[in-house]
């Protein structure tokens, strides 16, 4: 613990010198070019990489005889929030690239893949990671061994019959407890609220997901897997397709 203080304590103090060290080349390079003003961004800069608050860069600033574009400043730091919010709704997007139709379907046919390998391979298979692009799915999990072929076709069978089937898709909302007892899919890694949801596809598929989903399994048209590797240490990979383009691959 008291080890964990120190080395807090040092990592400050090196922000700090490398900060003021960055601040006497800012100062050198104004003086050079014989500027009076402290640009936003480079105020900015100081702030977001050395946690230098702008009353800090202030103060230093007059000491050097500058002074600090404030306005910039303000506005760099509204620029970094926007960024910074919009970082944090892509997170809500549970790996989806965006909300398009193709995302949507994509992301359905995760929740199919999940529950075939946990049919096929057992039902320690768990999601570990999934990123989604307009062009295809990539789904990792739990499991020691690579797939045999007949694994995998078995797999994109199961999904296959499911697609066939036209499930209707529907959530429910309720604690992680009741979830847990509907039989829902849940990540033991994964941090949830009071209230999640349990998105349910026919009989085939129950899972806590926070969406976006189409609304019935028939518009993924058709499932194939590309490639099924090894991710890393007892983590395997599998890159699919759905629609027209799963059955000409
Ligand atoms: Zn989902």
Redesign the pocket.
């Known amino acids: 613990m008291l080890q964990a203080l120190r080395d807090e304590e040092e990592q400050f103090n090196k922000t700090l010198e490398n900060g003021l060290k960055q601040f006497r080349k800012l100062e050198a390079q104004l003086s050079s070019s014989d500027q009076k003003v402290i640009e936003g961004v480079d105020a900015f800069h100081l702030y977001d990489t050395f946690g230098f608050p702008i009353e800090v860069t202030k103060e230093l600033a007059k000491e050097a005889g500058f002074t600090v574009d404030e306005q910039s400043f303000n506005e760099a730091f509204k620029k970094h929030q926007d960024l910074s919010r919009q970082g944090s709704e892509q997170k809500f997007l549970?790996g989806l690239a965006d909300h398009s139709d193709e995302s949507k379907k994509l992301?359905t046919a995760t929740?199919l893949l999940h529950q075939a390998l946990r049919t096929v391979l057992g039902s320690h298979v768990e999601q570990r990671g999934s990123n989604i692009t307009k062009e295809r799915l990539r789904f990792d999990f739990n499991h020691e061994k690579p797939m045999t072929a007949e694994e995998k076709k078995k797999v994109e069978n199961i999904v296959n019959e499911q697609i066939k089937r036209d499930l209707p898709i529907s959530f429910q909302e309720m604690t992680v407890d009741e979830a847990k007892q509907y039989g829902a899919i849940w990540l033991f890694e994964d941090k949830y609220g009071d209230k999640v949801k349990v998105?349910t596809m026919g009989d085939f598929s129950k899972?806590i997901?926070g969406?976006p989903?189409v609304d019935h399994t028939g518009e993924l048209k058709g499932f194939k897997i590309l490639k099924e590797e090894s991710s890393s240490k007892g983590i395997r990979r599998i890159k699919a397709v759905i629609g027209h383009a799963s059955l000409t691959k």
Do not use: I, N
């Open positions: 549970g992301h929740h998105y899972e997901c969406g989903h």
